[in-house]
């Protein structure tokens, strides 16, 4: 069995919430855990549970992407019903991306224009896994926010990096997997508001 789970997003700064991460679980042997690959059919089912009374306070949640989901046409439809069906939420999908970008690269374009045109927002997901901007440049120009995934042996100046990124394109620059009272730490040193992980909260699971 398949559940989403809703973890928030949070503003230091402002001490409140600003969106939430639609995240899949499998529950085994009577126990929730996240799952680390989402295939095709269960993605697409879950997004199809959501039904019309689903509400939150919160103006936004996410849902998030392999760059195969992203462009398949099933999903697509289906994310693109849902922004309809939750308005005037703001659904934001989260673009996951990989080393096969520069193959995709214009496709991945061309679908971010295609959700942006029916009010869906663009992130783009683990920016600690990119290692060529330049090829991601053109997909910049459709997205509002950049995710960096932080853990124990992530390098403080990748992060910096990322931010000095974010701030000349004006994106919402958001870290996320924050665990420990360290990583939490580092974030308030670079002076980064925008935060998610276990360290502020586990998520519960979505009423379908």
Same mark, same amino acid.
């Given at each position: 069995?398949?559940?989403?789970?809703?973890?928030?997003?949070?503003?230091?700064?402002?001490?409140?919430?600003?969106?939430?991460?639609?995240?899949?679980?499998?529950?085994? &042997?009577?126990?929730?855990?996240?799952?680390?690959?989402?295939?095709?059919?269960? %993605? +697409?089912?879950?997004? #199809?549970? /959501?039904?019309?009374?689903?509400?939150?306070?919160?103006?936004?949640?996410?849902?998030?992407?392999?760059?195969?989901?992203?462009?398949?046409?099933?999903?697509?439809?289906?994310?693109?019903?849902?922004?309809?069906?939750?308005?005037?939420?703001?659904?934001?999908?989260?673009?996951?991306?990989?080393?096969?970008?520069?193959?995709?690269?214009?496709?991945?374009?061309?679908?971010?224009?295609?959700?942006?045109?029916?009010?869906?927002?663009?992130?783009? &997901?683990?920016?600690?896994?990119?290692?060529?901007?330049?090829?991601?440049?053109? %997909? +910049?120009?459709?997205? #509002?926010? /950049?995710?960096?995934?932080?853990?124990?042996?992530?390098?403080?100046?990748?992060?910096?990096?990322?931010?000095?990124?974010?701030?000349?394109?004006?994106?919402?620059?958001?870290?996320?997997?924050?665990?420990?009272?360290?990583?939490?730490?580092?974030?308030?040193?670079?002076?980064?508001?925008?935060?998610?992980?276990?360290?502020?909260?586990?998520?519960?699971?979505?009423?379908?």
């Amino acid at each position: 069995m398949y559940r989403f789970f809703d973890q928030p997003q949070l503003n230091t700064s402002k001490n409140s919430l600003t969106s939430s991460e639609l995240i899949v679980f499998k529950n085994k &042997d009577n126990r929730w855990k996240k799952c680390k690959n989402v295939n095709r059919e269960i %993605l +697409l089912n879950l997004v #199809r549970s /959501i039904g019309p009374d689903f509400r939150t306070k919160l103006p936004s949640v996410s849902i998030n992407c392999s760059q195969n989901q992203f462009i398949d046409p099933l999903i697509s439809d289906a994310l693109i019903s849902l922004q309809h069906q939750i308005f005037p939420l703001y659904l934001r999908v989260e673009l996951t991306t990989n080393k096969s970008i520069n193959r995709q690269i214009n496709a991945l374009v061309a679908q971010a224009e295609n959700y942006r045109q029916h009010g869906i927002q663009i992130s783009i &997901d683990g920016a600690d896994q990119i290692t060529n901007l330049h090829v991601l440049m053109p %997909l +910049l120009e459709q997205t #509002r926010e /950049i995710k960096f995934m932080i853990h124990k042996d992530t390098n403080p100046q990748l992060i910096k990096f990322w931010q000095i990124v974010t701030r000349k394109k004006h994106l919402r620059y958001i870290v996320y997997n924050v665990s420990t009272r360290e990583e939490n730490n580092i974030l308030y040193n670079f002076t980064i508001p925008f935060r998610q992980g276990t360290y502020y909260g586990l998520g519960h699971e979505l009423s379908m």
